[in-house]
């Protein structure tokens, strides 16, 4: 069956640590993205790539870092400098323009 | 700039109807979605508008109005698998998508 999926599904790390959430896809979509999403609140887009070896900062690029080294593969790192990186990430992907988004099931990262 | 506008929660009997509403101002328009998301869950999509008008799917319909800014999700026959979050995304001109804040559906029976 063709999906996404993120891992891992649930994380813990400390103030100043870098982690890394995996996304994979096995669709054969172009576009992925990356979204945060805080309780209550909408999905805010941190990081796109429309085609491999090449993204995009969306609205709340700061504090992350994504590589798209793989077609398949779309990973991001939420690096010490994010300030508040407790949050609900999401992971996601379409053919080409976000027509129709097809997300993983998502990442929970809680900073203690 | 963006801006979204849907109601934070509403609450629904089973059976009834409820037309959740979303209203935008964006740079641009390319098209309008709905998705349903339940909790702790991702997204799912639901509906997409581009033109003015219905559009009919099952027991889901959505409407656009470009002119007004405005769209909306109907829900007929309410079940209480349908009570999750339901997020209206605009489509920019620049072909990137900006999310509502999402509006939460309660179902009581």
Known sequence: DGGITQSPKYLFRKEGQNVTLSCEQNLNHDAMYWYRQDPGQGLRLIYYSQIVNDFQKGDIAEGYSVSREKKESFPLTVTSAQKNPTAFYLCASSIDRPRELFFGEGSRLTVL | ?109
Request: aromatic residues 12%; hydrophobic residues 35%; negative net charge.
């Open chain 2, 1 to 109: 700039g963006q801006n979204i506008d849907q109601p934070t929660e509403m609450t629904a009997t089973e059976g009834a109807i409820v037309q959740i509403n979303c209203t935008y101002q964006t740079s641009g328009f390319n098209g309008l979605f709905w998705y349903q998301q339940h909790a702790g869950e991702a997204p799912t999509f639901l509906s997409y508008n581009v033109l003015d008008g219905l559009e009919e799917k099952g027991r889901f319909s959505s409407f656009l109005s470009r002119s007004k800014g405005y769209s909306y999700l109907l829900l007929k026959e309410l079940q209480m698998k349908d009570s999750a979050s339901y997020l209206c995304a605009v489509e920019n001109a620049g072909n990137m998508l900006t999310f509502g804040g999402g509006t939460r559906l309660m179902v009581k029976p």
